[in-house]
């Protein structure tokens, strides 16, 4: 009797093995309908697009951030950062 159940456990798992073995070699498409890869896809170029407007749009902010300092800068900031350059005539 336990040599029958370790032999039904063991044909058991040898068929599970098979059948994971079988799974895995499909490809996704395969396993997934044609439609529903498609959508897929069109979700991960919409992804994808709106990961590249943001970075624009913050590249954008930098910038103008940036250009808000410049024009900010008090006259001493001005003078300072011009002498650092060593274009001063008075160096």
């Known amino acids: 009797m336990a040599k029958r159940q370790k032999q039904r456990s ?3 798992a040898a068929e599970e093995k098979q ?4 799974l895995s070699g499909y490809q996704v498409k395969e396993r997934l309908g044609g439609d529903l890869l498609t959508k897929l896809k069109e979700v991960e170029r919409q992804i994808k697009a709106e990961r590249q407007r943001e970075a ?3 590249q954008e902010r930098k910038r103008q951030e940036q250009e808000e300092r410049e024009r ?3 006259f001493g900031e001005l003078l300072d950062e011009y ?3 060593g274009i001063s005539k008075y160096s």
């Open 56 to 58: 624009e749009r913050e």
């Open 10 to 12: 063991h044909n058991k």
């Open 19 to 22: 059948s994971q073995e079988q």
């Open 83 to 85: 002498e650092k350059k």
């Open 72 to 74: 900010n800068k008090s």
